[in-house]
């Protein structure tokens, strides 16, 4: 007896199932690659903690123009032209125009910065994200920004991001202490009512070795 022929109606029902199959393979390998993908994200995201080296950078100081190294301060090794300087401890406060935590925490460093003028602990200012905020920034409107609010720590400015980035600094303000080896001791993302008792403690301790 032949067989009949498979009908239209049955042909485009398997042609279906095998299409939903492939979808639903590919929709599972996605959502693999998407939790694959998120994980090693997160995991770079925190992959900069207490106890991990220091990004090294060069950023220009935004009034004086002038380079600054983090390894004419701290590291295992200090640069050629400053391995006759004793190493230093370096406090970073990142921070931009528009961000009002900021405002509170730039003048209690600043006042920090006096009580342990000539120690060994240098503060500095890392300008930075500004384009997130205000895509019409412009450096002259971040001198004005710390002439009008009267912040006398140098600054530094980032403008490509590529600093903040390599700190995993994602919002503002973000505070990091590094030690005179080099080595990240403080990482406080957003401002802590606060902080100072802390800080000033580990720099206290850093500072004395």
């Given at each position: 007896?032949?067989?009949?022929?498979?009908?239209?109606?049955?042909?485009?029902?398997?042609?279906?199932?095998?299409?939903?199959?492939?979808?639903?393979?590919?929709?599972?390998?996605?959502?693999?690659?998407?939790?694959?993908?998120?994980?090693?994200?997160?995991?770079?995201?925190?992959?900069?903690?207490?106890?991990?080296?220091?990004?090294?950078?060069?950023?220009?100081n935004i009034i004086s123009g002038e380079p600054?190294?983090?390894?004419?301060?701290?590291?295992?090794?200090?640069?050629?032209?400053?391995?006759?300087?004793?190493?230093?401890?370096?406090?970073?406060?990142?921070?931009?125009?528009?961000?009002?935590?900021?405002?509170?925490?730039?003048?209690?460093?600043?006042?920090?910065?006096?009580?342990?003028?000539?120690?060994?602990?240098?503060?500095?200012?890392?300008?930075?994200?500004?384009?997130?905020?205000?895509?019409?920034?412009?450096?002259?409107?971040?001198?004005?920004?710390?002439?009008?609010r009267g912040y006398t720590l140098p600054c530094?400015?980032?403008?490509?991001?590529?600093?903040?980035?390599?700190?995993?600094?994602?919002?503002?303000?973000?505070?990091?202490?590094?030690?005179?080896?080099?080595?990240?001791?403080?990482?406080?993302?957003?401002?802590?009512?606060?902080?100072?008792?802390?800080?000033?403690?580990?720099?206290?301790?850093?500072?004395?070795?």
């Amino acid at each position: 007896m032949m067989r009949k022929p498979p009908s239209a109606e049955r042909i485009h029902t398997k042609r279906a199932l095998f299409i939903l199959a492939g979808l639903l393979f590919l929709a599972g390998g996605g959502v693999r690659w998407a939790v694959a993908h998120h994980s090693r994200a997160a995991g770079e995201q925190d992959s900069l903690k207490v106890g991990s080296p220091a990004p090294t950078f060069v950023m220009r100081n935004i009034i004086s123009g002038e380079p600054v190294f983090l390894r004419d301060f701290a590291g295992t090794t200090l640069r050629r032209a400053s391995r006759n300087r004793p190493k230093q401890v370096v406090v970073l406060s990142f921070w931009a125009t528009w961000c009002e935590p900021c405002k509170k925490e730039i003048p209690l460093l600043m006042k920090m910065a006096d009580a342990y003028a000539g120690k060994p602990v240098q503060f500095f200012l890392v300008n930075t994200l500004e384009q997130s905020k205000e895509p019409t920034h412009t450096e002259d409107s971040v001198k004005a920004a710390l002439q009008t609010r009267g912040y006398t720590l140098p600054c530094m400015v980032d403008a490509t991001g590529r600093v903040a980035d390599s700190y995993r600094v994602r919002s503002l303000p973000v505070l990091v202490v590094i030690d005179k080896d080099g080595i990240i001791r403080r990482i406080n993302r957003g401002y802590e009512e606060g902080f100072e008792s802390g800080l000033r403690t580990l720099l206290n301790e850093l500072a004395g070795g």
